[in-house]
């Protein structure tokens, strides 16, 4: 059974940082990072791929987030810089056994998720 644990969410203010980080049981595929906010869909953060490391970003977290992974430690981290409100959810960590890199931001291609780690941004 592939387990991801998530870990450092909280609470911030606008402008401030905060790093996501998830540990994988075992090696995966392509790895993600989601966000659901309360009545909105699931939506891909952030994705990177195994080998040359291609990264995709949401159009409003480019330039303010950067994901990134240690295949060796087995992890996955999303430093998040320059918070705003609307990036207020839950934060899931997912990966697959198998990445097809043009499927790889949508949520129906992962198959592990972590338990999710809440991220608040208000003043």
């Known amino acids: 059974q592939v387990q991801l644990v998530e870990s450092g969410g909280g609470s911030a203010q606008p402008g401030e940082s905060l790093t996501l980080s998830c540990t994988v049981s075992?090696?995966?595929?392509?790895m993600a990072w989601f966000r659901q906010a309360p009545g909105k869909e699931r939506e891909v953060v952030a994705a990177?791929?195994?080998?040359?490391?291609?990264?995709h970003y949401a159009s409003s977290v480019q330039d303010r987030f950067t994901i990134s992974r240690d295949i060796v430690k087995k992890t996955l981290s999303l430093q998040m810089n320059n918070l705003k409100p609307e990036d207020t959810a839950m934060y899931y960590c997912?990966?697959?056994?198998?990445?097809?890199?043009?499927?790889?931001?949508?949520?129906?291609?992962?198959?592990?998720w972590g338990q999710g780690t809440q991220v608040t941004v208000s003043s």
């Open positions: 997912a990966a697959n056994r198998a990445c097809v890199w043009a499927n790889a931001f949508k949520a129906q291609a992962y198959d592990y």
């Open positions: 075992t090696h995966t595929a392509c």
């Open positions: 990177i791929r195994p080998g040359d490391g291609a990264t």
